[in-house]
């Protein structure tokens, strides 16, 4: 398991290496004839989440939090028109939503002269596949920002319990306010932004369910040609 997640996150930054050249390429030829400006950001990425999961044959709910700061990269591209901006940000890549994975050991009664084996559950998800179409209000060169997420959430776990979940989708919204500057040589853009996306719930093979909460704010710097 270890290795198919080393491998598909080797596989994931090739895919953004290949990404942000083809867009460079654009640029140099239709982005110009369409009057697209295409760029890179780099963001430090603080991602909070918040989650229960509640067992059915119990009904106990377990509750815990999660937090990450990690730096991400995307490319994007955009068009101005007068004091207004439209565009697309894709992140190629995945970031994890924790730190680092959870382990919890339980002890499990085997049979009735009290004998014990330790049970060993792990988890962790990350955010992958992360789209935002966004729009840009712009006065002078302070602008407002609101765009609309669509982002896979792809579930990390080891249970001996047996139990299993599967990945998702989540949409959101993102806000936030940055300053554009543009020269000759390019447009540079530096923002904060919070982006809130909407209450996940899973249901695992064995109908237990996790819900959960995802919360993230970037402060992100961008270069466009």
Known sequence: ????????????????????VTLLMLNSVSAEIMGLNVGITGSILDIDADGTETTKTSGEVNSGSANHTVGIA????????SNFVLGLDIIPGSADIDSSTRSRTDADYTDDSNTTASKT?????????????YGEYHIGNTYVKLGY???????NESLDTGESYGNTTANGVSVGIGVRTETDNG??????AYTDYEDISITGANSNIVDA????????????F
Not at 8 to 20: E, H
Not at 149 to 155: R, Y
Not at 213 to 224: F, G, H, M, P, Q
């Open 1 to 20: 398991q270890l290795l198919i997640n080393r491998t598909r996150k080797f596989m994931k930054k090739i895919i953004a290496i290949i990404s942000t």
């Open 74 to 81: 995307s490319v994007f591209v955009e068009k101005k028109f």
């Open 121 to 133: 559950n792990s988890a962790n998800a990350e955010i992958d596949n992360h789209m935002m179409i």
């Open 149 to 155: 997420v669509d982002v896979d959430i792809i579930t």
């Open 187 to 192: 447009i540079l853009k530096m923002e904060i």
């Open 213 to 224: 909460d995802i919360d993230t704010t970037a402060l992100r710097v961008s270069y466009a």
